[in-house]
């Protein structure tokens, strides 16, 4: 008999896997991703913003860059008490800035001149007691000159989603709005005496990096400044007031030696000007301007310094025909330049119960019309 050799059948191949033909692992992948993207969008971010205001590019213009915590920036500290010297590792020394209308804090950068994650900057501030700084305390210029040559680099703050970075300043209960002006739609109403004044929308520029502001450069007299007519608001508003004032975000660049502004009022039409407040960027105190001065009050601030300012004006009389409210520049050039924001008139101490009617106005309550000035 002769024998066959039986074939031994093919042992079927094993098919890969595909998630195009598996909707099991198809689905099982999609969650895997899903839990994994919603991880990444969950953890926490924190804002950065520049080291000094307007001396640092950003993703985008005028945004404040919102990075996860896990990116690295550069860090600097905060204080709210003095640092003792003595308890400060080599390398670390603490000052404290002068902003007109903001209470800064003490700042410094490590000695070391770290950049880190959200993380590291918490550890290197809270090694020698301090914080990091809040967005409102950066963007108020308290952090920059601390060395490292971070005033051109993002910088780390507490501030997160629950902190508002524009937040308006701080109210005094006992003063009454009349008007607003925050210039986001153009300036409102205000007019500009001459070729060094306009309307700016640059936003690194203005309170709260909003949408506009007033911009003042060089020293041509009416033509460095900008005025509104209060006269509209005496019948309805201003008459009723025992004080008013005016509030106002200023932001100060490229000012040198002894480069100035003013706040001043008319009630003339503009032929004569009372100087109820100066800002002057000196470091002394500022002195008794002398015979024919009549300063109420001023400021000093160094370069690239911003904040508010509060002013109290002289009341006009009921027979007045106009009272201008004035800024005016007083620098060098062209490439000095004074932003204003935020431009408040207020009242206080009611004599009587108000109208209801409102003054006619222009935008944000700023009178549509006002007088040209000579």
């Given at each position: 008999m002769k024998l066959h050799a039986v074939p031994t059948p093919a042992r079927p191949r094993p098919r890969p896997l595909s998630l195009r033909r598996h909707p099991l692992l198809l689905l099982f992948s999609a969650t895997v991703t899903s839990l994994i993207l919603s991880t990444v969008s969950a953890q926490s971010r924190h804002y950065v913003d520049c080291g000094r205001v307007d001396r640092c590019s950003k993703p985008v213009v005028g945004e404040i860059p919102f990075p996860l915590d896990t990116d690295t920036y550069a860090i600097r500290c905060c204080s709210d008490t003095e640092p003792s010297p003595d308890a400060l590792p080599p390398g670390w020394s603490f000052l404290k800035r002068n902003i007109a209308g903001f209470d800064c804090p003490w700042t410094e950068s490590p000695a070391d001149c770290p950049r880190g994650t959200y993380t590291d900057a918490l550890a290197a501030c809270d090694e020698v007691g301090a914080r990091l700084c809040t967005l409102e305390e950066v963007q108020n210029n308290c952090a920059y000159g601390t060395g490292c040559n971070f005033d051109k680099q993002l910088i780390w703050t507490s501030s997160d989603t629950t902190e508002s970075p524009t937040s308006a300043p701080t109210t005094d209960p006992d003063w009454s709005t009349i008007f607003l002006n925050d210039f986001d739609d153009g300036s409102q109403g205000w007019t500009m005496g001459g070729t060094n004044a306009r309307h700016s929308t640059k936003k690194a520029r203005t309170y709260g990096r909003s949408a506009g502001a007033l911009e003042l450069t060089d020293n041509n007299d009416a033509a460095s400044s900008a005025?509104?007519?209060?006269?509209?608001?005496?019948d309805s508003y201003i008459k009723y007031y025992e004080e008013i004032r005016v509030k106002f975000w200023y932001y100060a660049r490229s000012f040198e030696g002894n480069e100035d502004f003013f706040v001043e009022v008319s009630t003339d039409g503009g032929t004569s000007w009372n100087q109820p407040f100066m800002g002057q960027i000196i470091n002394e105190t500022l002195s008794d301007p002398g015979e024919g001065g009549n300063f109420?009050?001023?400021?000093?601030?160094?370069?690239?310094?911003?904040?508010?300012?509060?002013?109290?004006?002289?009341?006009?009389?009921?027979?007045?025909?106009?009272?201008?409210?004035r800024f005016r520049a007083d620098m060098s050039g062209t490439g000095d330049q004074l932003y204003?924001?935020?431009?408040?008139?207020?009242?206080?101490?009611?004599?009587?119960?108000?109208?209801?009617?409102?003054?006619?106005?222009?935008?944000?309550?700023?009178?549509?019309s006002p007088p040209s000035v000579r």
């Open positions: 005025y509104v007519d209060l006269m509209p608001y005496y109420q009050k001023g400021v000093h601030f160094s370069d690239l310094d911003s904040g508010f300012a509060m002013v109290n004006l002289p009341k006009p009389s009921s027979g007045a025909d106009s009272m201008l409210l204003l924001d935020n431009v408040e008139l207020q009242g206080k101490g009611l004599l009587g119960e108000l109208p209801s009617d409102p003054p006619s106005a222009g935008p944000s309550g700023s009178p549509s």
